[in-house]
Nanobody, 127 residues
Framework: QAQLMESGGGSVQAGGSLRLSCSAS????????MGWFRQSPGKEREGVAA?????GRTYYADSVKGRFTISEDSAVHLQMTSLLPEDTAMYYC???????????????????????WGRGTQVTVSA
């Protein structure tokens, strides 16, 4: 059974940086897309970044382009820089089929393509 475990969340002032990590087990990563999503109170869960485990190609939401970087080695990481108060949210690691990778962040139903979710890690950015 697939398991995802996030780490690295915390509190930081605006302009600061955090690095999230997601350790994954129980499935073949090369056949999947790994993604980071976030959800703040009262809002829909939204895709932030995704990476194809097969090609290494990365995808980003417009709101984080140039500030966040997704990478993958034995874990999946999200390096977040120039953080803004509006980045405050619970961040979730996710696994979805490879062929959804290019569109998951812009698909209205992107979250429905996710097969497995982690439990989340809280990121709080103060002004």
């Amino acid at each position: 059974q697939a398991q995802l475990m996030e780490s690295g969340g915390g509190s930081v002032q605006a302009g600061g940086s955090l690095r999230l990590s997601c350790s994954a087990s129980g499935f073949t990563k090369n056949d999947n897309c790994m993604g980071w999503f976030r959800q703040s109170p009262g809002k829909e869960r939204e895709g932030v970044a995704a990476i194809s485990s097969r090609s290494g190609r990365t995808y980003y939401a417009d709101s984080v382009k140039g500030r966040f970087t997704i990478s993958e080695d034995s874990a999946v990481h999200l390096q977040m820089t120039s953080l803004l108060p509006e980045d405050t949210a619970m961040y979730y690691c996710a696994v979805l089929p490879e062929h959804y990778c290019p569109t998951v962040l812009t698909d209205t139903y992107g979250t429905q393509k996710v097969h497995y979710w982690g439990r989340g890690t809280q990121v709080t950015v103060s002004a």
